[in-house]
């Protein structure tokens, strides 16, 4: 531990008994424990926040790479993209000339429009009811029979 052998550590025990006493040492002790584990902690949160930000620099670094490889491919493709060896007019010149017509079809109106509509509501006569429960009490007669 800390580089110290056992003879080492033997020996600061005992300075601590003879200046501290045997009332003092326990306590002194548990502090000493709590400021080692104190420091541990520290140091490895330390360390875990520095591997933290050199791999967010990798990361960087590595996504402005990529970066560059996309614009150079982006030039690359554009220099594509304005040859013209002919002289002749572009593909999607010559394209947009053959997919046009020149009498565009007009639209007609095949029916007029008309501006109201009307529904016709259906009445129901007085007659038209007595025939439906006359209709219906000769039905529960005969069901009666």
């Not at 902690?41 to 967010?56: G, Q, V, Y």
Request: glycine share 4%.
């Amino acid at each position: 531990m800390f580089g110290m052998g056992f003879t080492e550590i033997l020996m600061i025990a005992i300075v601590a008994i003879l200046f501290l006493g045997p009332d003092k040492l326990p306590g002194a002790m548990v502090e000493i424990a709590k400021f080692i584990k104190g420091a541990k902690k520290a140091i490895t949160s330390a360390k875990e926040s520095l591997d933290s930000e050199i791999n967010i620099a990798e990361l960087k670094e590595e996504a402005l790479n990529y970066k560059a490889k996309l614009d150079s491919a982006t030039e690359e493709l554009q220099g594509f993209k304005n040859l013209n060896p002919m002289g002749e007019r572009s593909i999607k010149d010559k394209f947009a000339s053959l997919t046009q017509l020149e009498d565009e079809p007009v639209a007609t109106q095949v029916e007029p429009k008309q501006k109201e509509i009307e529904f016709k509501k259906k009445t129901v006569k007085e007659s038209s009811i007595k025939e439906i429960q006359n209709e219906e009490e000769v039905k529960k007669e005969s069901s009666e029979k």
